[in-house]
């Protein structure tokens, strides 16, 4: 059974969009760019559930099953310990590997994208192999200062050459990378942006660099003992002075934003309440962008899956289906219809992925028919609406909306269980025999995951 044949099944062929480059961004119509980064730099408990480790074969699973979901575009980045030109066996697997996917994602229409870096190297002794982000080895040099700049280009250039096929890359601002020595701002940033993409004309003239302004802050002075709004307001300075920039920058050069302000508890927090935090990207700040007619990619993050940085909610299961939806909406508000979001640990995160899909088609779609839906793709067809109801409980309580001001927090769905009634609900749901969509684990290992879940969510009701 085809994906179209199995939501045909459930919603009727008629609901169903025809999803292509004429429809894209109105009202009712797809995004455009429906894709999903891969961050590969974290291990877990469940070392088969960290991307770290995972050979080709875990990764035809995994794309197979986004293409499934209505997924279009993948994403990949060099992580923090990565950060050099190759040294070990290991690392020169993972690029094989990746060209490897490039080919296969390309077999099945979607598009390959790779983020790059700018000032970090890695601090790995060259023998060595790199391995989990949170070692932090790695250091950062002032691009100011003599030969640094060369040392630091010569990475992203690196691969940017291995990947020349990709159909996009992305210059990445900070969050590895920038620099706080207190002379360096964004100018220095966009001299990345324009070596990497005269770089990129000559390598491949179909691609796109997006200049993402993701942590566009940590060029300068370090904010961070004025707390987060200071980064959250400089964000803003950093990527209007971006989006400035762009008519001067080579014309294939297109703007990626992280859009914080329209959906992330951490820049509400910050601001004291959702209400009182700016709205950014409006279609006033967009303007000179679409005057020049630079592509402009949201890069949204967290939504989907959380990090290693936030343990209650690392390497457990998530729904956050209605700020998914709250999410693109925003984005078409602002008439976004390229956006990419971002999974840790991939095979946990089956009901965000398969209702970002969902929502990407149309963010109009009900999140609680939507989560039904997927529960009758996992659950034996009699334990469908056990999961349903089980998943509904966990959407009420996730820790993405534990995260948030009041006044940011959505209304719940309807749903009569508490955790230990979710558990017992969990408890005797049998897997689907023969699921008509490709999972990329067991139907079985997920509910297992699941119920694992439901265990670990000690912050809920």
């Not at 960290?50 to 699973?61: I, K």
């Not at 992580?79 to 030109?85: A, D, G, K, Q, V």
């Not at 980064?231 to 989006?243: C, H, K, L, N, P």
Request: net charge neutral; aromatic share 10%; with cysteine.
């Amino acid at each position: 059974m085809t994906r179209r044949q199995f939501l045909e099944g459930l919603i009727g062929s008629a609901a169903m969009p025809a999803i292509n480059a004429e429809t894209a961004g109105a009202a009712g119509a797809p995004f455009r760019t429906r894709g999903i980064y891969f961050h590969d730099g974290f291990t877990c408990e469940e070392r088969h559930h960290a991307p770290l480790y995972w050979d080709f074969a875990a990764w035809q699973r995994q794309i197979r099953w986004l293409h499934a979901c209505g997924i279009n575009a993948i994403e990949f980045a060099t992580m923090l310990e990565f950060n050099r030109i190759p040294s070990t066996p290991m690392e020169r697997q993972k690029i094989a590997d990746r060209l490897k996917i490039l080919d296969f994602a390309r077999s099945l229409g979607m598009k390959f994208g790779y983020l790059l870096t700018n000032t970090v190297l890695s601090a790995v002794p060259p023998e060595e192999e790199p391995g989990h982000q949170l070692l932090n080895r790695a250091v950062t040099l002032c691009p100011r200062q003599p030969g640094n700049f060369e040392r630091t280009i010569a990475v992203p250039i690196y691969f940017m050459e291995t990947y020349r096929e990709a159909d996009f890359f992305e210059q990445f601002a900070a969050d590895w990378g920038g620099c706080a020595c207190g002379a360096c701002g964004v100018p220095e940033y966009l001299r990345y942006v324009r070596v990497l993409a005269d770089r990129l004309k000559r390598l491949n003239p179909r691609a796109t660099l997006y200049a993402n302004t993701w942590c566009i802050s940590y060029w300068g002075r370090d904010l961070m003992p004025q707390g987060w709004k200071a980064v959250f307001d400089r964000e803003i300075a950093g990527s209007r002075e971006v989006i400035e920039a762009l008519p001067a920058l080579p014309d294939n050069v297109g703007l990626g934003l992280p859009c914080h302000h329209l959906y992330r508890p951490l820049a509400f927090s910050s601001y004291g309440s959702k209400a009182q935090t700016p709205v950014f990207p409006t279609e006033a700040d967009l303007q000179p962008l679409r005057r020049a007619q630079r592509p402009l990619l949201a890069w949204t993050h967290f939504v989907m899956d959380d990090d290693a940085y936030r343990p209650q909610a690392w390497g457990i299961v998530h729904s956050e289906t209605r700020y998914l939806q709250a999410l693109l909406k925003s984005l078409r508000a602002a008439r976004i219809d390229q956006v990419i979001g971002n999974l840790y640990l991939p095979m946990l995160q089956l009901p965000n992925t398969f209702a970002f899909g969902r929502l990407l088609e149309n963010p109009d779609r009900e999140p609680q028919a939507i989560l039904h839906d997927f529960a009758r793709l996992i659950a034996h067809r009699d334990d469908a609406e056990k999961l349903a109801e089980a998943l509904t409980w966990m959407e009420n309580q996730s820790y993405w909306e534990r995260q948030m001001p009041p006044d940011g927090r959505l209304p719940h769905l309807p749903c009569t269980l508490d955790r230990a009634g979710a558990q017992r609900l969990a408890a005797g749901i049998r897997p689907h025999p023969s699921p008509p969509l490709p999972l990329p684990l067991s139907a079985q290992a997920w509910l297992d995951d699941f119920r694992r879940s439901l265990a670990r969510m000690d912050w809920a009701d």
